[in-house]
């Protein structure tokens, strides 16, 4: 993230991001029993608002909280922050909890008011240039929980992997599970191999990935072919192109991995072909949203 927005929304009320406040005793704080999304916003229209939304609700439903807004709520609460935030480029990040309970219990006592709370953030716009997109990346076990299909806030092991990747000189780690690909720490990712662009199928080890549906929207039209498939670990690695797909990055390509260069080191061909299919189509699949 380039740098923080002003305004925030908390538990119905729009006020600046310094004044928020949450107690120590909600349940996200204790126990990470909470879920959260991360929203684009390209030229003040929110990218990918029903499949977000769809996400959401379905990680809601998982930790058994019901929705605290509806739809139309969440559309006005999305316009406002971006309104309030200088509309242009920008990442929603919206966390919803079990809220606050008057004493710590593993169980929830089912007495506490949700705590929901949003922020924007500042990003500067895509470069249409894919050689923008090129990052190096190291694969490490995955060592997360075993229910990754939750977008859930419990992200200590993401955060100790990424940092892992920040030492190694790197961007995003790729993790692999029984010498299969899973995904990355806060990324899908997808290996060419043959012609065909290839993702994990869904499972309780992947996220649902907004942006990585995307994908299977967009390669038809570059003549790429698209399918979710198991990917073995030397597949991987032998791969000419890799590239990954996340709501905070878009699309990136996988130029060295643990060092060594992915192809020819540079975004391949089909890679470049889908991003500015991907660059291109943004407004396509981006909702003004109003209070």
């Known amino acids: 993230m380039a740098g923080g927005a002003d305004i925030a929304w908390l538990d119905g009320a729009f006020l600046p991001l310094a004044q928020a ?8 704080f204790l126990f990470a029993d909470a879920v959260y999304e991360v929203l684009p916003v390209y030229e003040g229209r929110v990218y990918r608002l029903e499949q977000h939304l769809d996400r959401l609700e379905r990680s809601l439903r998982e ?35 079990r809220g606050a309970e008057p004493e710590r219990s593993h169980v929830p006592r089912g007495i506490a008011a949700p705590t929901v709370f949003a922020f924007a953030s500042k990003v500067p716009p895509p470069l249409a240039d894919p050689d923008s997109r090129a990052i190096a ?6 060592i997360r929980w075993g229910r990754c299909d939750i977008k859930s806030t419990a992200l200590l092991a993401n955060v100790l992997l990424k940092w892992r990747a920040q030492d190694a000189g790197a961007v995003e780690a ?17 290996v060419l191999l043959d012609g065909v ?18 994908l299977f929207e967009i390669a038809p039209r570059c003549g790429i072919e698209c399918r979710q498939e198991a990917v073995p670990e030397a597949a991987l690695r032998g791969s000419g192109e890799v590239l990954l797909a996340s709501a905070g990055g878009g699309l990136r390509s996988v130029v060295a ?29 981006s909702t003004e949203c109003s209070e």
């Not at 406040?21 to 349940?27: C, E, N, Q």
């Not at 609460?77 to 990040?93: E, M, Q, S, T």
């Not at 662009?197 to 995307?214: F, H, I, N, Y």
């Not at 080191?265 to 889908?274: C, D, M, N, Q, V």
């Open 197 to 214: 662009l290839l993702t994990p199928p869904q499972s309780s080890a992947v996220l649902p990935g907004t942006t990585r549906d995307v």
């Open 63 to 97: 930790i058994r909280l019901p929705p605290p807004l509806t739809r139309e709520a969440w559309r006005s609460v999305f316009g406002g922050l971006v309104a309030r935030n200088g509309r242009g480029d920008l990442l929603i990040y919206l966390q919803v909890s």
């Open 137 to 142: 990346c190291v694969t490490s076990a995955d």
């Open 174 to 190: 790729v993790l692999l599970r029984d010498d299969m690909l899973t995904e990355g720490s806060s990324s899908s990712v997808h």
């Open 257 to 285: 991995l643990d060092g060594r260069p992915v192809g020819d080191g540079r975004p391949g061909p089909a890679f470049r072909r889908l991003y500015r299919c991907w660059w291109e189509s943004r407004r396509e699949f």
């Open 21 to 28: 406040r949450i107690s120590p005793l909600d349940r996200g």
